[in-house]
């Protein structure tokens, strides 16, 4: 399994734009980036999911470079409500019966 | 939205007790999990059902847990005689057949 390293903590103030970066150095070819979002008390909420260049929905956008080597989730506005860990995840996005292994996470505070 | 669902949200229980904690996976998905997270620590895999068997566990799941998928919507996780170290949350999560995994809010294991 590709191993991801991402920063412990980040904070923000409300209405900017948060950007976290993934690295993930050994990426294979079948390997899909995918972020996780965990409230206190929370079981993890699927956020993002992508494969190469720039995925968007109505929550994040991922961008992956042409190597794959790393992601960056970007939260457009954050509000106080995005105050969450985040974690990256790489693995098999097509195959239904993989287990997701969480790293450390991300720790995102939001200030007023 | 249909949604995972865990009873109870808190459990308090005797260490070397048994028991027994459900979940209702969401009702077109094929495989399920459950995942354990220590207060303060990261996300940990115990084990995979697919298809009324196990598919894989993880190091931690050891004789004393067990699964079982005793109709067509409940999905249980077993411990047999509980230990101080198995206080955490425990998280359900089922996802079609793409890695989509959608959590539970959990429930609350408290051994004393």
């Known amino acids: 399994l590709a191993k991801t390293t991402q920063p412990i903590s980040m904070d923000s103030y409300e209405g900017q734009e948060v950007n976290i970066t993934c690295s993930h150095n050994?990426?294979?070819?079948?390997?899909?980036i995918t972020w996780y979002q965990q409230f206190p008390s929370q079981g993890p909420r699927f956020i993002i999911q992508?494969?190469?260049t720039k995925v968007t929905n109505e929550v994040a956008s991922l961008f992956i470079p042409a190597d794959r080597k790393s992601s960056t989730l970007s939260l457009p506005r954050v509000s106080l409500s995005d105050t969450a860990v985040y974690y990256c995840?790489?693995?098999?996005?097509?195959?239904?019966?993989?287990?997701?292994?969480f790293g450390k996470g991300t720790r995102l505070s939001v200030i007023a | 939205e249909p949604e995972v669902t865990q009873t109870p949200s808190h459990q308090v229980t005797q260490m070397g007790q048994e028991v027994i904690l459900r979940c209702v996976p969401i009702s077109n998905h094929l495989y399920f999990y459950w995942y354990r997270q220590i207060l303060g620590q990261k996300v940990e895999f115990l084990v995979s059902?697919?298809?009324?068997?196990?598919?894989?566990k993880s190091e931690i799941f050891d004789d004393q847990f067990s699964v079982e998928r005793p109709d067509g919507s409940n999905f249980t996780l077993k411990i047999r005689s509980t230990k101080l170290e198995d206080s955490a949350m425990y998280f359900c999560?089922?996802?079609?057949?793409?890695?989509?995994?959608?959590f539970g809010p959990g429930t609350r294991l408290t051994v004393l």
């Open positions: 995840l790489v693995g098999d996005g097509n195959s239904g019966n993989t287990p997701l292994v």
């Open positions: 992508g494969y190469k």
């Open positions: 999560a089922s996802n079609p057949f793409i890695n989509e995994q959608f």
């Open positions: 059902f697919y298809n009324n068997e196990i598919s894989e």
């Open positions: 050994n990426i294979a070819t079948n390997d899909y």
